[in-house]
């Protein structure tokens, strides 16, 4: 089955850092991947996804996210971050293989602290 | 502003009942996924439904039940609630399914007391 781990549990940085939030899968079959937030008591927007192509992947926001097939990973990374930014993060995969099908299997969500 | 709709965005009830969340779709999407958000289980897949047909089941319990109906909306019923059922409940849309993305609507925080 199709699982998905992210690294951390919490992110704190400062506004105008960098950051990287981390996410690896575990698959045998093509997959394929996404990045969402949650904002406070709102729904999940999607950042960005790989489906195919090219391995760096942009998204809104600023953010950006690597595809390492080799290494089954898609960090998420901002050059510089707001306070805005402040947030719960998850990363998400599909595939054919899933036995729920074409739902998306969620990591455990990471979140992401911005202060002044 | 996701397009999709969930109704009523909180709901109070005690162990033993019944309830009945509603989701309407984006326009023109045909996919309809159910997600539970809860502190310990964190996000879990339920169920998806396609153009009215059940397409994949995740770790729905056998007291929830749901389907899809002509007009595409959705309804997700809860029943013999348990203080564990407690938790938010997400509806998500999308035209395709695996590669589209996904449009979650607000949710529907459910409380058992």
């Known amino acids: 089955a199709q699982s998905v781990t992210q690294l951390d549990s919490q992110v704190p940085v400062f506004e105008e850092a960098p950051v990287e939030l981390r996410c690896n899968y575990s698959?045998?079959?093509?997959?394929?991947l996404f990045w969402y937030v949650q904002y406070p008591n709102q729904g999940l927007q999607l950042l960005l996804k790989?489906?195919?192509?090219?391995?760096l992947v942009k998204g809104i926001n600023g953010f950006e996210a690597e595809f390492n097939k080799s290494q089954t990973s898609f960090h998420l990374r901002k050059p510089s971050v707001h306070i805005s930014d402040t947030a719960e993060y998850f990363c998400a995969v599909s595939s054919l293989a899933n036995q729920a099908g074409t739902a998306l299997i969620f990591g455990k969500g990471t979140t992401l602290s911005v202060s002044s | 502003d996701s397009g999709v709709t969930q109704t009523p965005k909180h709901l109070i009830t005690a162990t033993g009942q019944r309830v009945t969340l509603r989701c309407s779709p984006r326009?023109?999407?045909?996919?309809v996924y159910w997600y539970q958000q809860s502190l310990d289980q964190g996000l879990q897949f339920l169920i998806q439904y396609y153009n009215g047909e059940e397409r994949a089941k995740g770790n729905i319990l056998e007291r929830f039940s749901a389907q899809q109906f002509p007009d595409l909306h959705s309804e997700l019923n809860l029943s013999s609630l348990e203080l564990g059922d407690s938790a938010l409940y997400f509806c998500?849309?999308?035209?395709?399914?695996?590669?589209?993305?996904?449009?979650f609507g607000p949710g529907t925080r459910l409380t058992v007391l």
């Open positions: 326009s023109g999407d045909l996919s």
């Open positions: 998500a849309s999308s035209v395709e399914p695996l590669t589209d993305t996904q449009y």
């Open positions: 698959s045998s079959v093509s997959v394929y």
């Open positions: 790989y489906l195919s192509g090219s391995t």
